[in-house]
C-alpha cells in the first residue's frame, strides 16, 4: 500500500471490535457506516454533532445535581423512615471504615461521571466557538482515559437489584433522584457510548480545516 | 511517497487513529499519546494484574460480603451463600444477576484473558473459530458489570442502619472491588496488537 504522506491515514479506519482494515468513504448526514467483518459500527457522520454534544452534556450536568441532591430512594422500616442519596452511599462506605471500597465507589459513581460532563461541555463549547484546539485535544486524551471507568449506569442496576432484594422487607418509594439518575444514565449511554471519541476528533480535525482555509 | 505494509497499520488505543508501527517506540500522529511503549515486556504488566485480581478473588468468596445485624445477632453472607439464599426464596432473576456479575464474568474474564496472554505467546487457536479480537472486545465491555455487587453492598449499607437492623459491608467487598479493578486495569494493558490472526 503506498500512501502520499502519514496524513492520508485519517481516510483509514481500524475496526475497535475486530481491527480490520477500512477505508474511510463519504456517508448520508445522519446515517453510520458498519464494519464488514462484525458488523460493528466504524463511524457516523452527524453535521450537528457540536449542538447535539453541547445540549445533551449540559442537560447531563443539570440532571447530575438533581440526582446527588436529592434521595434515590426512601425506605419504611420498622416504622422508622430512611433515605438514600448517592453522597450519603459513599460517606456511610467510609464512616464504617471501608476506606478502599468508598474510595473506589467515589471515583466510579461521582468523580468520573461528573469530570466526564464537565469535560464534554468545555469540548463541546470550545469546538463550537472554534477556539483553543490544544486544549480540546488534551481534553480528548483525558476523556479516553476516564470514560472507561465511569459506571453510573451499572450504579443504576445496582439500585434496582437491592430494591428487589428489600421488597417484603420494607416500603419502598422512589425519590426525585432515582428519574434524574436514569435520565442521567440514559443521555450518559448516548453521549459516552453512542459517540465513539473518534467522531469528535473527526470533527476537530473538520474544524481544524475550515479555520485553516478561512 | 512512503510504503506501507497493510500489517503494519495499527490503531491508537487512546484516539482510534490509525498509525504506521515504526517499531519500538510509537507516538501518536493525531493525539501523541504512547502506544504501548513497553515493548520489551510486552505481556507481563497484564499478568502481573491478572494474577493480582485472581488472588484478591479468592477472599472475596471466603469472607463475607454482607453481615447482617439483626436484634444483636450479626449474621454473614458470602457471595455464593447469597446467590443460593436468594435462589431459594424465590427471586431467581435476581439471584440469576448476582450470579453473573460476580461469578460468571469474573472468572470467564480471568480465562479469557488467560487465555489470550498464552496465546499471543504461544501459538494456540489460530485457527479462527473464535475471533480473539471479538473476545477481548467482549471482556472490555462486560468486566465493569461484576461491580453491581459491590454497589448493592454500599447501597444496602448505607440505607438500613437502624439501632435493630443493620447491615453493613464485610472483608470480602474490599477485595472484590480490589479483584475487579486489578481485572479492569489487566483488559487495559493488555497489547491489542499482539494478537496477529491475519499472518
Known sequence: MKLENEDVLDRFVICHQCYTLHEEIPIKD???????????????????????????????????????????????????????????????LFASGFYIVGII????????????????????????????????????????????????????V???????????????????????????????????????????????????????IK | MIEVDENDLMRCPICGAVNIDKGNKNICRRCGSNIYKHRNFSTEKSWAYLITAIIMYIPANLYPILITNQFGQAEGSTILGGVVLLWEHGSYPIALVIFFASIMIPVLKFLILFYLLISVKYPLGNDKKVSKHKLYYMTEVIGPWSMIDVFVVAILAGLIHLSNISIVAGTAATAFAISVFFTLLAAHAFDERLIKEKL
Not at chain 1, 466510579?108 to 484546539?133: C, Q, S
Not at chain 1, 482515559?145 to 453510573?152: L, Q, R
Request: glycine share 6%; with cysteine.
Open chain 1, 30 to 92: 445522519g446515517s453510520h457506516a458498519c464494519c464488514t467483518g462484525c458488523g460493528g459500527i466504524l463511524y457516523r457522520y452527524d453535521t450537528r454533532l457540536v449542538d447535539h454534544g453541547l445540549a445533551l452534556s449540559m442537560t447531563g450536568l443539570v440532571f447530575f445535581v438533581l440526582a446527588n441532591a436529592f434521595p434515590l430512594v426512601e425506605i419504611e422500616l420498622l416504622g422508622v423512615g430512611q433515605f438514600l442519596t448517592i453522597p450519603k452511599t459513599i460517606f456511610s
Open chain 1, 105 to 156: 465507589c467515589a471515583f466510579l459513581i461521582f468523580i468520573f461521571p461528573l469530570m466526564i460532563f464537565l469535560i464534554n461541555t468545555l469540548l463541546f463549547t470550545l469546538l463550537k466557538f472554534r477556539v483553543g484546539t490544544k486544549l480540546s485535544k488534551e481534553l480528548l486524551v483525558l476523556l479516553a482515559y476516564i470514560t472507561p471507568w465511569s459506571m453510573s449506569d451499572i450504579f443504576l
Open chain 1, 158 to 212: 445496582s439500585i434496582l437489584v437491592s430494591l428487589v432484594k428489600l421488597i417484603g422487607y420494607a416500603q419502598i418509594h422512589m425519590g426525585v433522584a432515582f428519574w434524574a439518575l436514569m435520565v442521567f444514565v440514559l443521555i450518559d449511554l448516548y453521549l459516552v457510548k453512542y459517540i465513539h471519541l473518534s467522531e469528535i476528533w473527526m470533527l476537530r480535525k473538520r474544524i481544524i480545516l475550515k479555520e485553516a
